[in-house]
T-cell receptor, first 112, second 116 residues
């Protein structure tokens, strides 16, 4: 099964609302990263949170990490139509080398 | 270069043919990764290169898949005797150093492979 599993699989909201996506993982991690993908092509790195951090902010993005629950959340505040994309969490496993293990993603649609 | 460059952008090939996909990482990046993504799916790790170290090939799905990185820069992913299930977007990425150290990974736009 996937190391990272996002919830929900799909999310549809109105512009201006907040969007929250969750990611759960199974094994100990070094860090967790969130990526955005438009139209099934290249991924864009959004934010990285280390295992000893609990919360990070970047612009309208807020990421939390709860290592006791093996979960992370990505909050996008005041969403815009341009935020429509797929969002993936990816983990760097402790002792797993330098590869990222990706979840299956959340498809976010922000409607005008 | 300004970003990770991949070629070709799209490739249609006949089943049984060999294909080569090229990746030109960001200049100075020591780490290079190959992933593939099937339609509507997450990314599947294939192979990772770090400097002059032996690559991590643990994600290659079969011996039909191979990759090399020449001179610590450009990488080529080769798929021999392609099969229909090889159809996917092949994404290359690079980072200044190991991502375990917190280095950001930058992805290319991918090479869309269709095997007919």
């Amino acid at each position: 099964s996937q190391q990272g599993e996002e919830d929900p699989q799909a999310l549809s909201i109105q512009e201006g609302e907040n969007a929250t996506m969750n990611c759960s993982y199974k094994t100990s991690i070094n860090n967790l990263q969130w990526y955005r993908q438009n139209s099934g092509r290249g991924l864009v790195h959004l934010i990285l949170i280390r295992s000893n951090e609990r919360e990070k902010h970047s612009g309208r993005l807020r990421v939390t990490l709860d290592t006791s629950k093996k979960s992370s959340s990505l909050l996008i505040t005041a969403s815009r139509a341009a935020d429509t994309a797929s969002y993936f969490c990816a983990t760097v496993l402790t002792g797993g080398g330098n590869k990222l293990t990706f979840g299956t993603g959340t498809q976010l649609k922000v409607e005008l | 270069g300004a970003g990770v460059s991949q070629s070709p952008s799209n490739k249609v090939t006949e089943k049984g043919k060999d294909v080569e996909l090229r990746c030109d990482p960001i200049s100075g990046h020591t780490a290079l990764y190959w992933y593939r993504q099937s339609l509507g799916q997450g990314l599947e790790f294939l192979i990772y290169f770090q400097g002059n170290s032996a690559p991590d090939k643990s994600g290659l799905p079969s011996d039909r898949f191979s990759a090399e990185r020449t001179g610590g820069s450009v990488s080529t992913l080769t798929i021999q005797r392609t099969q229909q299930e090889d159809s996917a977007v092949y994404l290359c990425a690079s980072s200044l150093g190991p991502t375990v150290s917190g280095n950001t990974i930058y992805f290319g736009e991918g090479s869309w492979l269709t095997v007919v």
